[in-house]
């Protein structure tokens, strides 16, 4: 009896200190990963909400920039950080094309994360350099192209990322040949489509907004159902008669897999009040950028679906994994 008195006191001061330290959370900078390198529209969305949640939350949210191997990088080191709450990262379409391009994946999407919340979503569009095309002028490039013999060069974040299945979907929707070149995340590719190096580059508006304002790149054409308000004059892929071009980037927030709920629940409600936030939605909601918060169940089915859509495209497709 006195046995089981003492355990269960120990228990009820165990979660008692428990309880203390999560009220106490968080009582040092907090760290968010962001898997590519900067400059791109997810470090931007990163710093933007990291910004205002440091804000709220009392301590700094320091953006941690991992790129490398399409995003595993830095993914991998969130998945194996400690989950305490003061690690968490963002994560976005590539995340679910992963699984079906590479055999050995050093962690798992659904398995090795927490989903906190989804951030927003944004079209893709087709950026050229600013020289022989206009913004919209879609018809224009693929008359080029369809003509020429020389295959489009057309440079991409990597293998799996969304830019290289748009390069593959591509190619068969515009019945042209694409030179898939891969680099290390968008804001590298972009420079080099405004210095003639390369062709062209899926990405977003986020991503290519200051060279597209100076005048060094043009859009093309946008992936989503709808024109682009900034930029009516861009297309859609449906108007460009590429039904199968229709998709969208999205960005979420998740964290080590046995983070405590209590604690996850209070980063999902600064997230969700970050992107509802006017400084937030200023900054981002003019590079073309939906922002939309979310519950964590809603999160978790929405990646599940993700994984399983994206898998069927790589393999009707016939891209080979890794």
């Known amino acids: 009896m006195?046995?089981?008195?003492?355990?269960?006191l120990l228990l009820a001061g165990a979660s008692l200190i428990s309880t203390a330290a999560h009220a106490a959370y968080p009582d040092k900078p907090l760290r968010l990963i962001v898997p590519w390198a900067p400059g791109g529209s997810t470090d931007a969305i990163a710093r933007a909400v990291a910004q205002r949640m440091g804000e709220t939350m009392g301590q700094s949210v320091?953006?941690?920039?991992?790129?490398?191997?399409?995003?595993?990088?830095?993914?991998?080191?969130a998945a194996k950080a400690a989950p305490d709450g003061y690690t968490f990262a963002i994560v976005e379409l590539p995340h679910a094309i992963a699984p079906a391009v590479f055999n050995k994946m050093p962690y798992d999407l659904l398995r090795d994360f927490t989903p906190i919340s989804m951030v927003g979503t944004s079209p893709l569009m087709l950026f050229a350099s600013g020289g022989p095309y206009k913004n919209g002028d879609i018809k224009g490039f693929l008359k080029h192209y369809r003509a020429s013999k020389v295959p489009l060069a057309l440079a991409n974040s990597g293998n799996g990322s969304i830019s290289h299945l748009s390069s593959e979907l591509f190619a068969t929707a515009a019945g042209i040949k694409v030179n898939a070149i891969p680099y290390r995340g968008s804001a590298p590719a972009l420079t080099d489509v405004a210095a003639g190096q390369v062709d062209a580059h899926?990405?977003?508006?986020?991503?290519?907004s200051a060279l597209l304002g100076a005048g060094k790149i043009s859009a093309l054409m946008v992936t989503g159902n709808t024109r682009v308000a900034s930029l009516p004059e861009v297309p859609t892929a449906r108007e460009a008669?590429?039904?199968s071009m229709q998709f969208n980037q999205w960005w979420a927030l998740v964290a080590p897999a046995t983070t405590p709920i209590d604690i996850v629940e209070r980063l999902r409600s600064e997230a969700v009040a970050a992107l509802a936030h006017p400084s937030t939605r200023e900054r981002l909601t003019t590079l073309g950028i939906?922002?939309?918060?979310?519950s964590r169940d809603e999160l978790r089915a929405f990646m599940r679906s993700e994984v399983d859509r994206w898998g069927a495209v790589v393999r009707k497709a016939g891209i080979k994994p890794e």
């Open 2 to 8: 006195k046995t089981r008195l003492l355990t269960t």
């Open 241 to 243: 008669g590429m039904d």
């Open 62 to 77: 320091v953006v941690d920039n991992r790129s490398g191997a399409s995003g595993r990088i830095g993914t991998e080191a």
């Open 290 to 294: 939906d922002l939309k918060g979310s």
């Open 202 to 208: 899926f990405a977003t508006l986020a991503s290519a």
